[in-house]
């Protein structure tokens, strides 16, 4: 479910500009880019964390997946001055019941009932790793959830991709359970952001 303030109003800008990268929503006509991207990146991944292709979802996906998932939740895209799209992640706000094995939700009360941000899709093209665009991208998605007054973020990620696990920890996201029925230890990553106002 998309949120209807999710991209507009303080503190959230509808764009982050930095070293000559915008974050902003994708277009429609941008969804071969995307989706050409998410390939790239995935197979790369596979290949790093030790990961069968065949256990990704993303791999599967069609330009029209892409377009319904702008649809239904949030698809971010960072682009060069040439207006290239150089990253891309995508954002749902989902309800507990979505996480069943969470482990923070059965031990903190206060979230049960409240949406989560779900990241998924996260990529960044290979020649501009190194720029921040995925801090960039990470950092957008925290200012959405916090526009929202959604108190957590859940990602999901391989943990034989020390990089990748090692991107999210750094930025003070924390495993909160691994499963093992993909046949890799596929962790769910947290962080709480900020505070909740009352």
Not at 71 to 83: Q, R
Not at 166 to 180: A, E, K
């Amino acid at each position: 479910m998309k949120s209807k303030n999710a991209m507009s109003g303080s503190p959230n800008p509808e764009s982050t500009r930095s070293c000559e990268i915008t974050v902003r929503p994708a277009l429609y006509r941008e969804a071969g880019a995307i989706n050409r991207l998410i390939r790239n990146s995935m197979k790369t991944y596979c290949s790093l964390s030790g990961v069968s292709e065949d256990h990704l979802d993303s791999l599967k996906e069609s330009i029209g997946d892409i377009v319904e998932s702008m649809k239904e939740g949030i698809v971010l895209v960072a682009v060069d001055s040439a207006s290239k799209v150089v990253g891309t992640v995508r954002l749902f706000f989902l309800g507990p019941e979505h996480f069943p094995d969470a482990t923070i939700l059965k031990t903190d009360d206060r979230l049960r009932d409240r949406n989560i941000l779900y990241i998924a899709r996260f990529a960044v093209n290979q020649k501009e790793r190194g720029r921040g665009i995925g801090s960039l991208l990470i950092e957008q998605a925290e200012n959405i959830a916090q526009s929202e007054n959604i108190p957590l973020i859940f990602l999901h990620t391989s943990l034989w991709n020390e990089a990748v696990s090692g991107f999210y920890q750094n930025r003070g996201y924390s495993i909160d359970s691994i499963d093992l029925t993909r046949g890799y230890p596929r962790a769910l990553f947290f962080k709480m952001p900020f505070r909740e106002t009352p």
